[in-house]
């Protein structure tokens, strides 16, 4: 039987983050990754090259049940402090757009630096070690009938991408100790679509577009792509996290020109000119036919009339369309959902009603926006449970 003061599951951003702190408080701390590597997120994140934090973090970048969750942990560990972290290791970093931070070399640099700081404090880090059991004990936890600890952090991420070896493990033990579960989606993920819109849209792969993407109340402006099954981009991905089944997704494919104003100029202009060619002007030639057959409006400038081009303005500012779901979670970047937080100090990080467990990173119903602040939410979590775990 091994003691140690904590142990953590899971040897990501959040797990490694939390193990670093509760190490400078001199605690014994033992991190299990199930993956022979640990920081698997970490690795693939931006390309290679990790947008390990957003400088614009702030609550209203989160999706969560409970809104306010965040914002304790937020508040102590700001983008700031993880930078100055950054900046300790001499790793050269930038901002890529949107306040988005990117290593200017290989995301590896990052996990070295989380490694190095464990190192420094004496975590013991063990791969390819999948957890079978866990008891509660009068003393704190006891794991696989081998390790025995006073805390125990759940910190082993979500269900997105399980050829990285994700799984619905946290949500497990949650449920064993009695915790609510906000049910588990995919999120940051492409949309699919069927039947005769597909097939159009196949046409389209490999087009991208600035526009404005919209689901109730809330839009999105970046670029989309189309691809083989449907829509991606990143404005897509951002919007995939408040779309649910039957939800209708609009789409302004002009967001910076009124297109009106813009043709009846064009018809002004190039009187001869057909639409679809005067379209290549602000669209991909692919996209400006796709719109004029979707309209069904085509033929030279002269002859369109004012109602014809209002037709086709109205199209491009705002085409309506109803994806028949996402690519799930072998494409999702995070999870949507997760521990109820209601269950949970947003302090601490403690469950309510087990003392010494606690969970952390994305197994917690809060799930930031595409750019940085999911790393950033692990950051922050991971450091407030390593001050009282």
């Known amino acids: 039987m091994i003691d140690y003061d904590v142990v953590i599951i899971g040897g990501g951003a959040a797990g490694l983050m939390c193990a670093i702190e509760a190490g400078k ?15 698997g997120k970490i690795r693939i994140s931006g390309g290679g090259r990790c947008n390990f ?7 209203g970048n989160f999706h969560s049940e409970n809104p306010r969750f965040c914002v304790s942990a937020l508040r102590r560990y700001r983008p700031s402090d993880f930078i100055t972290l950054v900046e300790k290791h001499n790793i050269a970093y930038h901002e890529k757009k949107l306040g988005q931070l990117f290593c200017d070399g290989k995301s590896h640099q990052i996990i070295d630096m989380l490694v190095s700081e464990c190192d420094d404090v004496g975590i013991v880090i063990r791969t390819s070690h999948q957890v079978e059991n866990i008891q509660k004990t009068e ?3 006891q794991l696989d009938d081998m390790i025995t600890s006073r805390s125990l952090v759940i910190a082993c991420g979500g269900k997105s991408i399980p050829k990285m070896g994700a799984s619905g493990f946290g949500y497990q033990v949650a449920r064993q100790f009695g915790h609510n579960i906000i049910d588990p989606e995919p999120a940051l993920v492409p949309f699919t679509f069927q039947n005769e819109l597909l097939n159009k849209m196949k046409a389209l792969a490999g087009v991208s577009q600035d ?7 809330k839009s999105f402006t970046e670029a989309i792509l189309f691809t083989h099954r449907g829509l991606s981009g990143p404005a897509i991905l951002q919007i995939s996290s408040y779309w649910r089944a039957g939800d209708e997704v609009r789409v302004n ?7 009106m104003e813009f043709m ?4 002004q202009s190039q009187p001869k000119q057909e639409l679809h060619n005067i379209l290549t002007q602000r669209f991909a030639r692919r996209l400006a036919q796709f719109i004029c057959n979707e309209v069904g409006v085509d033929g030279r400038m002269a002859d369109l009339s004012n109602q014809k081009l209002a037709q086709v303005a109205d199209f491009i500012h705002d ?4 994806p028949n779901g996402t690519e799930g979670y072998r494409t999702a970047e995070v999870t949507r959902g997760g521990v109820d937080t209601r269950g949970i100090s947003s302090k601490t990080f403690e469950s309510a009603t087990v003392p010494g467990l606690y969970f952390i990173g994305e197994v917690v119903d809060v799930t930031g926006q595409l750019g940085g602040y999911n790393f ?6 991971g450091h407030a449970a390593g001050q009282y775990i």
């Open 253 to 259: 494919l002009s967001p910076a020109r009124d297109m």
């Open 25 to 39: 408080r001199g605690l014994r701390v033992l991190v299990l990754e199930s993956n022979d590597t640990i920081a």
């Open 319 to 322: 085409w309506r369309v109803l």
């Open 376 to 381: 950033q939410w692990a950051w922050a979590s």
């Open 211 to 217: 526009a404005v993407v919209t689901v109730g109340k």
């Open 264 to 267: 009846k100029e064009q018809r």
């Open 139 to 141: 003393g704190g936890f």
């Open 53 to 59: 934090t957003n400088i614009d973090t702030g609550p």
